[in-house]
Each structure stands twice: as C-alpha cells, then as structure tokens.
C-alpha cells in the first residue's frame, strides 16, 4: 500500500466512515498514477464505490500538486450523485465546488449563445462608459474647487475634462437608447455579487438552487459562475464542456488553468466513444442552405456572387443525390426521424461530391470558397455589430458561413480515412415536405479524445463496463494507462445469473414461431417466478412491443417507447410490486436509471441485440479494422477487429449494463437473465464464432448458468425461496 494512503492523506476527503478494502486499494493506485501523470482506466461493478475511489485521491494530489479537478458524466442522475457526494465531503474537508451546466438552461432571457455575446459586449460597454463617466465627475468637481481656489491650470483642464464629459455622455445616450443590453449581466458589472458568492461556496449548489438565487437578485448566474470558477477545488460539468474543441477552450479559460493543471474523472466512461463522435460529426441541412440562399439574395453586393455559385451548387447537388437514392415509392414513407441514404462509392469521392462537381459554375469552387468564406466572415461581423447598436432586436446569425464552413470541411475532410459522407432525408411535420441533410460522420474518436487526455495532466475514466481495457485504449487514443477492474462486492449467494439455451436469435429467425413461443414462455416464468418485478431488455423497441402483446401474465405490463419519459415510466413500474417493463436495450432505461433497493428483482436479456448494421456502422467497422487491426494487441491483429470493436464489444457492455440494474446494494438480490445459446456454454460448442461468451469478463462468465429454458422456472423458484423472499405462497411451477 502506498504511503500517501493513510489517515493523514487523502482519506480526510472520504466521508463515510472507513473505505472497503477495495476502495482504498484503488485509491492507492489513483493517487499514486496522478502522481506520475498517468491516465487511468477503472472499472468496478455496481456498488464498488467508483465515484469516491477517484473523486477523493483526485482531490487530495490536486491539493497537493496545485490542480483542478473535473467530474464530468452525460447522465442527469450521476449529476445529482456528484453533487451529493461533493457535499458530503465538503462537510468533512473544505472544498470550493461549483456544478457548471449548459449556458441554456441557465438563461434568463431565453437568447443563444452569439446573441448573448453581443449582449455582453454592449452591457459591458455601457458599464465602462458609466464608469469613465463617473470619474470625470469627480475630477471635474477637484478640478472645480481648484479653479475657485484660484489656480488657471485647473481651470484650463476643468474645460478640457467638460468637453470630454459630453462626449462620453453623448456616446453613453446612444448605448443606452441604440444599444441591447442585458439587465441581469449588467447588475452582475454594478451589484455587490460578494453575497453571491458567499452563500455559492457556502455548500455544494446545484444548477437549479444558482438559477433561483440569481432570479431573485436580479443576477446572471451562468456569468457569475464563470467568474467564480477561478481557484476552485472541484468542478462538475456534462461531457460538451470537454469533449467540444471549442467550448473546452472557453472553459479552461474560465477555470483560470490551463490544460496540464486539470485532473478529469469521466463517468460513465465507456460512452465517450459515441459523445467524442458525435461532437466531431458536423452537419448542413437543406433548410440552412435555402435559408442562405435566401440571405444572398438580398444583398446587393458583387462579393456575394461566390457564395452564391458555392451555396446553390451544394444545394441543387443535396437535392439531386437523395432524389437517385430513393426508390420508387419510399418518398412516401419517409417519416420525421431522419433516414440515411448510402452515398458512397468503391472508387472515388461519394455521389454528393460528385453532383456537387457536376453542379458547380464559376472560376473554380476552390477559389469561390475562399472568397465566399470572407464575404460570410464579413456579413456576419455586420449581424454582431447591428445587434449591439441597436439596429436589430435580435442577434442575426450568418446561414451563408454555417454553409460555407460545411462545404469547405466537406471537400477537404470527405476522402480521408475515418471521416464518412452520408445523406439523410426526414418529413417536415409542419409543411409535409422531404427535405435532406449532409453528414460528414467522425468514425474515430481519438480525433477528439486524444488531444484532450495528451494536454491534460491526467484523466480517470471509470465505469462498470471498460474492458476490455486494450479497445477503450485504442479506440480513446490513451497511451499505458494504469488499469484497474474490481468486480461485484456483493455476497454472491444472493444473486444468480442465468444463461438459458434458447434458440440463437439472429435476426432472421426472431419471426419464427417456435423461437418466438420459446421466448415468451422464458419471459413468462420469469415474470411469474419473480417476488416483485422484472425487468425485460429486447433488442428493440418494436421486439419489446412484439413481447410486450405475446407475454400472459397477471402482472402488471408497462411498455417503453421510443421519445417517452424514462422518469416518469420508472416511477409508474416501481411503484408497483408485481409488473414486467418492457424496453430495448439500446433505449434510456439500460444504464443511468437506478433501480435500488428491489425496485427490480429480475433483468432478463432476451437475444445478443446488436444495433441496427447499416452502412453508418460498416464505415465505422471499416475504419477500426484500418486502424487497429494490425497492432497486434490482445483484440487486434485479426480479420474481425472492426467487428469487435464496432459492434460486438459495445453490444455486450449495453448488456452488461442492463444486467446491472439490478443488486444494486449488499443487502439487495436478484437474478439476470440471458435469453440465448449464444450466452452458454452449449453455443460455444455448437456456434463458434458466433457466441460472445468469451466477450465477457472472466468473473461474470464464471457466475453464468447454463440452464434449459424449461428449467428457469425452478432455479428461480429455489434461488428467492433461499432469499425468503415470498411473502405468501410461492407460485406452483
């Protein structure tokens, strides 16, 4: 055990009682990998007490060695753990934590992010030219007493300061009247915010609690956190703040640090692969290209013909390559969620380019970017500077730059590895009309991730679902991390896990009758062999409908759909004692949502569900089989790397995380449920390759049973009625 870990050390930031032994075995070696500016990977099972076992050797080494600590997650309810925690430790050992969210959930007014930066700029102004105001006063009145005390030079300057005074209020008038400003930022630059920040650092406050404060007082709480933030402890913030190139900069700015003076701990880690991607994804609509043609029209200018052959090209190309993509008939169908067409080519750059190309008159699109990205750049410091005067009520922002930024970013950017041009078209559900979308898709998150772990002096990144530990490495661009597993802490007596031998469920045979007769009956025993509720994960939404209508049974039935609230169906299943929620696993209810203390007895995975295999995965496959296949690793070197990395890597750690939901304490139990012979040991002997038991951390495959489905109902039986857990009567298999 390290030095650094005893009474003296880190553990006055713990504030409960006494670690368990695996915790303080991981913050030993947290503590120490700091130390030696070593990033981390971390995983420990449901109730391991991950967020502690980095949060509190994080913050003991940033005292240490002068850094800032970073919590950051993209789940709203380890949000509202972080605080908790945060508060609980500061009750013990002061710390200075501010929780930082997203500027537009903090606004009071309601205005996005360019229009409050004109705001700011004109509040600030005004401010500035009140306070040169105020102290020409005061010198012109010193200036004043002199003169009448006889002195000529007071005299002389008291003029000169007289005529500076009307000019600056003259100029002050103009802002006042011309110029749009923000009441509350500008009680933020003239207020006493020292109460503010008095009672902000008084206790650990939510986003919530600094909003209503600020209300009250008239005050921008979003700003006053900015400048808060400078020589904090702790800050808790959603993955954007990190993950963006862009707002991370202003961030680090805020903080007062820079970027080898922060310690991040990601939460939920295993999902920065998909949020690094999605931050690097940009994307054009066809409704910003019409709205930019639309904004060319009006100005009469030479300059704008650029951008306008740019523009109208890119448009008319966007137009033509989803009209070939879609067969006949399926404009029709098309509904409001948007709808990929396949775009690509073996040979060459993809069809939009192509048509794009084709499109295209003028000099050389080459040229018309570069002049129509400084007649964009132009036209949108013109927008900034008519909002602060006051020539328009709100903050106009540039359609042609956002499109000509894309189109430059598209030509540059849509033939190099890792980087995938796709299509989409969606219905309008207000005018009825198929409209389309340009996607350049980031296939590789090290693009984002690398940059971010290389600059900053260390990262944690823990999560219940990391291994295996040489793929997250890989696929977040981390060089020899330390790494760290610790499985269930839990007695093992009071959970079990089955892996039933049901039919494989490809998707080609989930419409067979027979599988399906199989797998209602499996989710009908568990359901009626469960003392309290089941939850059901399907590899769909429309699977777990399919099940929802086939499964008989006297619980209570509540089915998850597609855009509903996760909250407020959880409330509604765990109010109950007997129900059955069915979900997909790829929705909200897997991981984030917290079932405690027997809000869920069973988890029952039903089939291997692997997301949908579209050509927006196959370019993903393809660009890890590219990227890692050859390093020769533990998971690479093979023909099938981008197929484990892609697809079935994930697919098992969304399983893994769904079994998860339930034994979620020491005093909790449960039983999860694998519905597949590609889970056991029957299908390893039978389907090679196919199985993905072997995708599963050592310990876990060596707690599943393999069971006949016609035999859960007893195991389940025997397992609860070990438990004691039937209040009467158990059910009669």
């Not at 949000?79 to 430790?89: D, H, L, T």
């Not at 205005?111 to 012109?140: F, M, S």
């Amino acid at each position: 055990m390290s030095s650094d870990g005893d009474a003296a050390g880190y553990t006055r930031f713990f504030p409960y009682g006494e670690p368990y032994d695996h915790q303080r075995d991981a913050m030993d070696r947290i503590h120490d990998a700091l130390g030696e500016g070593s990033d981390v990977l971390f995983e420990g099972a449901t109730g391991t007490g991950k967020t502690l076992a980095a949060l509190v050797p994080a913050l003991e080494y940033a005292r240490e060695a002068d850094k800032t600590v970073v919590i950051t997650t993209n789940v709203h309810q380890q949000m509202r753990q972080f605080v908790q925690e945060a508060r609980a430790i500061t009750e013990q050992e002061s710390i200075r934590a501010v929780v930082f969210r997203g500027k537009g959930s903090m606004c009071h007014i309601d205005v996005g992010y360019e229009e409050c930066q004109a705001l700011r700029d004109t509040t600030h102004e005004i401010v500035e030219k009140e306070q040169d105001l105020a102290e020409l006063n005061e010198r012109e009145s010193t200036l004043l007493e002199d003169s009448q005390a006889g002195s000529e030079e007071a005299a002389e300057a008291r003029g000169a300061v007289l005529e500076e005074l009307d000019a600056v209020e003259d100029e002050l008038e103009d802002l006042r009247e011309n110029g749009n400003t923000c009441d509350y930022y500008y009680q933020n630059l003239t207020g006493d915010t020292d109460a503010f920040y008095e009672w902000l650092f008084a206790d650990v406050r939510d986003p919530d609690d600094i909003y209503e404060y600020a209300e009250m007082e008239g005050l921008c709480g979003y700003e006053l956190l900015k400048e808060g933030m400078e020589g904090v402890d702790l800050v808790v913030c959603n993955y954007h703040h990190l993950l963006d190139p862009d707002i991370r900069e202003h961030f680090f700015r805020w903080l007062g640090r820079d970027p080898e003076d922060v310690i991040t701990v990601f939460d939920e880690a295993h999902n920065v692969e998909d949020a690094a991607r999605d931050h690097a994804t940009r994307t054009l609509t066809e409704t910003t290209l019409d709205s930019a043609l639309d904004e060319l029209a009006e100005r009469d200018d030479p300059a704008a013909e650029a951008a306008v052959n740019v523009v109208r090209a890119f448009r008319s190309a966007l137009a033509e390559t989803y009209d070939d993509a879609l067969d006949f008939g399926e404009r029709e169908r098309i509904e409001e969620n948007w709808e990929d067409c396949s775009i690509t080519n073996e040979d060459g750059r993809d069809d939009l380019t192509i048509n794009f190309l084709r499109a295209y008159t003028g000099p050389g699109y080459g040229v018309d970017l570069q002049a129509a990205l400084t007649f964009g750049r132009a036209l949108d410091q013109k927008y900034e500077e008519a909002y602060k005067n006051g020539e328009a009520s709100t903050r106009q922002e540039c359609q042609t730059l956002q499109a000509v930024r894309f189109v430059q970013t598209w030509m540059d950017e849509g033939d190099t590895q890792g980087h995938y041009p796709v299509v989409s078209v969606r219905r309008d559900e207000g005018r009825g009309d198929v409209y389309g979308r340009a996607e350049l898709y980031r296939c590789i998150p090290q693009e984002v991730t690398r940059s971010l772990f290389d600059e900053l002096h260390a990262s944690v990144l823990m999560s219940a679902t990391l291994r295996p530990f040489p793929v997250t490495e890989d696929v977040l661009g981390l060089d020899d991390p330390e790494t760290m597993a610790y499985g269930a802490q839990f007695p093992k007596e009071r959970r079990r896990t089955y892996a039933v031998e049901a039919p494989a469920l490809f998707s080609s045979e989930r419409d067979d009758p027979r599988v399906q007769d199989t797998v209602t009956g499996v989710l009908e025993d568990a359901v009626e062999f469960t003392p309290g509720n089941t939850l059901a994960f399907l590899p769909s939404y429309s699977e777990a409908e399919r099940y929802h209508d086939r499964v008989r049974t006297d619980a209570e039935r509540y089915l998850d759909r597609p855009a509903t609230s996760a909250r407020e169906l959880r409330e509604e299943f765990t109010d109950s004692k007997n129900a059955i929620l069915f979900t997909s696993l790829w929705g909200t209810l897997t991981e984030g949502v917290s079932f405690d203390d027997g809000d869920a007895r069973t988890a029952v995975v039903v089939g291997v569900p692997y997301p949908h295999l579209d050509d927006r995965l196959d370019a993903v496959q393809e660009a890890y089989d590219e990227t890692f296949g050859d390093d020769g690793g533990e998971w690479n070197g093979t023909e099938d790397a981008g197929w484990a990395y892609a697809v079935e890597i994930p697919t098992v750690r969304k399983t893994r995380q769904a079994l998860g939901r339930v034994v979620r304490s020491p005093a909790d139990f449960g039983t999860r449920v694998l519905v597949d012979k590609r889970y056991t040991q029957l299908g390893e002997q039978e389907l090679g390759n196919y199985t993905v038991r072997e995708s599963f951390p050592p310990e876990e495959r060596a707690e599943m049973i393999d069971i006949a489905p016609e035999k859960l109902k007893f195991a389940m039986l025997n397992f609860y009625g070990d438990m004691d857990a039937w209040d009467g009567t158990p059910p009669n298999p």
